[in-house]
């Protein structure tokens, strides 16, 4: 349940409504909104009689969300939450653009990369030091030397790094060489790992499961949250459908349903949603124009040569054109870019 404070409620009465929440076993949660304060109220799925909070002072009211999902609904946080990064902020009204390669492959690769979308305008670095692959023989990533490697990328060229975690062991080994932790659609529901990340303080990049539910995903964010790390964005990547014409089907749906039920930044990857280099500008400006607050997309020097996902990743060139229309069609739905 939430706990909607008066307008006018003071810090002390909020500290006091927090401490009786702990008293009764509950973890109290803040959200600070522009008019007021909501505290949400997590426990296991024990009841608590509302009038137990009601009572104390600078309470408005107390009311039960009904979604499963409490700290991620709008219910608890009507604000949008604007996720920052180094200073950038995502989730604002500023459209930010994730560009990188698939997998991190070698030190030319990486620089070569990470100029060229600077350049176009891209605001972070993504690349994988470890690869979720669907063949133990296809390639892995260059794991601690990849992490090293975006490190160094990072101070030279100055943009924020993200990248994948694949086991709850690896997030701290992360720590010092990212800036966004990524789960991967195939670690979507890995608790343990949804868990540990809950507890940094780095941003979670939380990709859609490709069999997930817009309702599962939203859990999974839960996990997260619930563990206090606030700082969410959720990335719709494409589910599978029966269709075969693409590697997965881009669910445009899920970016205004998402937007209505959480308060979370909602951005897209047009790469894996695609899978071919020939449709990701479609899907991406679709994205943008649909309400997502930003883009991640795969993009390799050499595609010809890339050790993975070099069929749907766009070309430096590419990239550039893309970014200048991406821009119209944000001006055209009232975002900076
Ligand atoms: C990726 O971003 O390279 C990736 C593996 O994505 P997903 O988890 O969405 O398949
Ligand atoms: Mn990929």
């Not at 608790?191 to 990709?207: A, E, F, H, I, M």
């Not at 539910?213 to 964005?233: F, G, H, P």
């Not at 899907?283 to 390799?300: F, M, Q, T």
């Amino acid at each position: 349940m939430i706990v909607i404070m008066e307008r006018r409620a003071s810090p002390k009465q909020i500290e006091d409504v927090v401490a009786r929440v702990e008293e009764l076993g509950f973890r109290a949660h803040l959200s600070q909104g522009e008019e007021r304060t909501i505290i949400g109220v997590i426990g296991d799925e024990r009841p608590l009689a509302t009038e137990a909070l009601e009572v104390l002072d600078g309470v408005e009211r107390v009311v039960p969300i009904l979604q499963p999902f409490k700290l991620a609904s709008r219910d608890f946080k009507p604000d949008n939450t604007v996720v920052k990064v180094n200073g950038l902020c995502l989730g604002g009204d500023e459209i930010l653009v994730i560009a990188g390669p698939c997998a991190v492959e070698s030190r030319e690769q990486i620089f070569e990369t990470a100029w060229a979308i600077k350049e176009s305008g891209a605001k972070l670095l993504r690349g994988g030091a470890f690869k979720p692959r669907a063949s133990p023989y296809s390639y892995q990533g260059m794991g601690l030397a990849g992490l090293e490697l975006l490190a160094e990328v990072r101070e030279t060229v100055g943009l924020p790094i993200v990248s994948e975690v694949m086991s709850p062991e690896d997030v701290e080994v992360m720590g010092p060489y990212v800036d966004v932790l990524q789960i991967g659609a195939r670690n979507m529901q890995n608790y343990s790992l949804l868990q540990r990340v809950g507890t940094t303080s780095k941003p979670v990049l939380l990709k859609r499961g490709m069999m997930s539910s817009i309702q599962e995903w939203l859990m999974s964010a839960e996990y997260v949250l619930a563990n206090r790390n606030y700082d969410v964005i959720l990335c719709e990547r494409g589910i599978r459908t029966f269709e075969t014409a693409t590697r997965n089907t881009l669910d445009i749906n899920a970016i205004p349903v998402a937007k209505q039920l959480t308060h979370l930044p909602v951005i897209v990857d047009p790469s894996h949603a695609t899978g071919k280099t020939s449709l990701v500008a479609a899907a991406a400006k679709a994205a943008i124009a649909a309400g997502a607050d930003g883009l991640i997309v795969e993009v390799h020097p050499h595609p010809d040569r890339a050790l993975s996902d070099g069929a749907q990743s766009l070309k430096p060139d590419a990239f550039f054109k893309l970014m200048g229309e991406l821009r119209q069609i944000a001006a055209a739905v009232g975002r900076r870019m």
